[in-house]
């Protein structure tokens, strides 16, 4: 079966301008989590969609947003983008109490 | 809050050599403990994960122990091969409906031939 899909894998963005990055889970998975990872801060939660609703959220400026839609699939939107929003954006899709399904994650080079 | 605290990398073996990666967390109630891998350039891989404790995870030749008295979860190999580089994960989930996966910063794992 297919595994989580996030698209796309790079992107070079200017300072201020805005992106949004998305990501398919695990057919049947209704859970979509999503994480920040950077060499210094390391992995971090941004927040996590179940059932198009937010569920939980990281400790992360507004700037970070996030959405789910009716068939799981799920996108993230930063805006005004900051040189300190370089990283790896990792998606997670699960099953409820099961363990968690990551993606290869988009590199975003902020400049 | 919960967190998790991994031995600092990297950790550089020969080949056939015995490995373990200390892990120790802490947190209230029960959580579910994982491991995962990350290869260059790619995402994360679930290695192995226990839900109680005294669970045994294993996978791949890997193992680690859900050890409820030393809040411990220590990755153990006997015998590592040039293929396990990568960096590990330890990480934890309390079992509570979305709460979030908690990871340790990683260790980095460097075997040669």
């Known amino acids: 079966k297919a595994g989580v899909t996030q698209t796309p894998r790079y992107l070079i963005k200017t300072r201020g301008q805005q992106v949004t990055l998305s990501c398919s889970p695990i057919s049947g998975h209704r859970s979509v989590s999503w994480y920040q990872q950077t060499p210094g801060q390391g992995l971090q939660f941004l927040f996590e969609y179940f059932s198009e609703t937010q569920r939980n959220k990281g400790n992360f400026p507004g700037r970070f947003s996030g959405r789910q839609f009716s068939n799981s699939r799920s996108e993230m939107n930063v805006s005004t983008l900051e040189l300190g929003d370089s990283a790896l954006y990792l998606c997670?899709?699960?099953?409820?109490?099961?363990?968690?399904?990551f993606g290869s994650g988009t590199r975003l080079t902020v400049v | 809050g919960d967190s998790v605290t991994q031995m600092e990398g990297p950790v550089t073996l020969s080949e056939e050599a015995f490995l373990t990666i200390n892990c120790t967390y802490t947190?209230?109630?029960?959580?579910?403990l994982f491991w995962y891998v990350q290869y260059p350039g790619e995402g994360l891989q679930l290695l192995l994960k226990a839900t109680k404790a005294d669970d045994k995870g294993s996978n791949k030749g890997f193992e680690a122990t859900y050890r409820k008295e030393t809040t411990s979860f220590h990755l153990e190999k006997g015998s590592v091969q040039v293929s396990d580089s990568a960096v590990y994960f330890c990480a934890l989930k309390a079992n509570q409906a979305g709460t979030a996966l908690i990871f340790g910063k990683g260790t980095t794992l460097s075997v040669s031939s």
């Open positions: 947190a209230t109630g029960y959580p579910s």
């Open positions: 997670a899709s699960s099953l409820e109490g099961d363990g968690y399904t």
